[in-house]
């Protein structure tokens, strides 16, 4: 599949915004945890 440069920009910017808000959610969890 054919993405345009500033689509996939796009995509993979909405990707790593994830999975960094992944990280801080496990993180939170810990910290909640201890």
């Keep these: 599949t054919y993405f345009p440069?500033?689509?996939?920009d796009?995509?993979?910017q909405e990707?790593?915004?994830l999975q960094?808000?992944?990280s801080s959610l496990?993180?939170?969890e810990i910290?909640?945890?201890r």
Excluded at 5 to 8: E, K
């Design 20 to 22: 960094q808000n992944q």
């Design 15 to 17: 990707f790593l915004d």
């Design 31 to 33: 910290s909640a945890l």
């Design 5 to 8: 440069v500033y689509a996939r």
């Design 26 to 28: 496990e993180e939170y």
């Design 10 to 12: 796009k995509k993979m």
